[in-house]
């Protein structure tokens, strides 16, 4: 084999193992919520959310969940919802770019990515509900915003419908 014809090969695995280093995702849903100051700038923190502000949501479940906000390095504000034991059950987001959602939704992308297909989309706006999570997300350029959760994982009484990005 010439040096020519092991190049791109040489080239391709390089590039798996970048893909590989940059699919290690800190944040996300289901994972803990300390985890998500490694992805930006954290701009808040809350030991007890906003959930209080959320109507529909009782004063237990308020002070059950606990948030954070991230900037990212592209402008994007991620706020993540965790419940009493640091969990992420919610996320939403804000922003010029629209986020990796691999990254955010985590072990839950595929479920997601697999509901998705069989569900019609519209250009600007997804509304998808799987088995065990729902995406609810719309934007166009430099204007992208969305919420995702997992109903399995959201605390008794916290009413995620009241989730805004």
Not at 53 to 72: D, I, L
Not at 118 to 141: E, F, T
Request: aromatic share 8%.
């Amino acid at each position: 084999m010439t040096p020519f014809l092991r190049l791109p090969a040489r080239a391709a695995a390089a590039c798996l193992v970048l893909a590989a280093l940059g699919a290690n995702a800190h944040a996300g849903l289901g994972r803990p919520l300390a985890d998500a100051a490694r992805d930006g700038t954290v701009l808040t923190q809350a030991p007890r959310l906003a959930a209080q502000a959320a109507a529909g949501s009782s004063p237990a479940a308020a002070a059950a969940v606990q948030t954070q906000t991230v900037q990212t390095p592209q402008g994007t504000t991620v706020t993540e919802y965790a419940n009493a034991a640091g969990t992420v059950f919610a996320i939403t987001w804000k922003g010029p770019f629209k986020p990796d959602l691999q990254q955010l939704l985590g072990s839950y992308f595929a479920p997601y990515v697999q509901a998705a297909s069989a569900q019609p989309q519209q250009l600007n706006l997804s509304l998808v509900k799987g088995s065990d999570i729902v995406v609810h997300s719309a934007g166009r350029m430099r204007g992208f915003f969305g919420v995702a959760w997992v109903p399995s994982l959201v605390p008794p009484g916290f009413d995620p419908s009241t989730l805004q990005p």
